[in-house]
């Protein structure tokens, strides 16, 4: 319970500090993408001096973006859990994993019947599953397959996850990309934590759905092997749990490695 205490207030002055750093970079960014783009399309210079314009132009535009993303985490909206029906949301949402992909990519779905009603937000559920795509996406660089699964599994008491016990509604997401080493996949769900290059990542996707699932009375798991790829599975409770609740245990992101 402490640890998670600490993750979250870290992630709450994390989120503090983000948007007050974020909004002031995105003050100071808007002149100098605003004069680059005024150079770059009077084209005056040397070609050289053009194409130097042109890079600056590109770097300024990630950087936008980037504080783009930032701010958008610091100004995370509060949950509104009702009753889920996650198997329709990730069908809803395959075209759109589909062309986020790309084409080298295989999207595969499997929905398992009869799934009960997950107690979640359903738009942070779109969210969170669009993030475990894009990391998916990005591990796979010479493409692969992306499986997207749906299945309700019980929870004993006793487990590693410190859940509830009962019946939970399982969104996980599979790739067959470089998956992580122990360390990596250790850090993963820290705040920051990237291992993609400057100005690619954030490092905030993973901590913000493991935040997720821990407000929502779930958790999130990882299993990894270097070179075989990686499955993420968000554990969402039922809404059955949902109704019998109690003081919900602390929730721990467990690390399993093959
Ligand atoms: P970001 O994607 O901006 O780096 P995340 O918090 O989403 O931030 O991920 C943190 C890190 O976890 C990534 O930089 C990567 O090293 C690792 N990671 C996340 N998902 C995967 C995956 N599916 N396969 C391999 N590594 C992953």
Redesign the pocket.
């Known amino acids: 319970a402490q640890e998670a205490l600490r993750q979250s207030q870290k992630l709450e002055s994390m989120g503090q500090l983000t948007g007050g750093v974020a909004h002031d970079f995105n003050n100071l960014l808007t002149p100098i993408v605003g004069s680059l783009d005024l150079l770059h399309r009077r084209g005056l210079g040397t070609d050289r001096e053009r194409r130097l314009i042109e890079g600056a132009l590109q770097s300024a535009d990630r950087a936008k973006m980037l504080v783009q993303r930032l701010l958008a985490f610091a100004r995370r909206q509060p949950l509104q859990p009702t009753a889920i029906d996650i198997g329709g949301l990730v069908r809803d949402m395959r075209d759109l994993i589909v062309s986020t992909s790309g084409p080298r990519v295989q999207v595969e779905l499997a929905v398992a019947d009869d799934l009960p009603a997950a107690h979640a937000d359903a738009n942070q559920i779109e969210m969170a599953l669009l993030?475990?795509a894009?990391?998916?996406r990005?591990?796979m660089p010479d493409g692969g397959q992306l499986r997207i699964g749906v299945n309700c599994d019980s929870m004993a008491a006793d487990n590693r996850l410190h859940l509830r016990e009962g019946r939970y509604v399982r969104l996980s997401v599979a790739?067959t990309?470089?998956?992580?080493d122990q360390q990596?996949a250790e850090k993963?769900?820290e705040p920051f934590?990237?291992?993609?290059g400057v100005g690619?990542?954030?490092?905030?996707?993973?901590?913000m759905v493991h935040g997720l699932a821990a407000q929502l009375g779930g958790g999130l798991t990882i299993e990894?092997a270097v070179g075989h790829g990686?499955t993420?599975s968000l554990w969402l409770p039922t809404s059955e749990i949902e109704a019998g609740k109690e003081a919900a245990g602390p929730d721990i992101a467990p690390v399993k490695l093959d």
């Open positions: 993030n475990l894009v990391n998916a990005d591990a790739d990309g470089i998956g992580m990596t993963a769900i934590f990237t291992t993609k690619q990542g954030t490092g905030l996707g993973l901590s990894s990686t993420i």
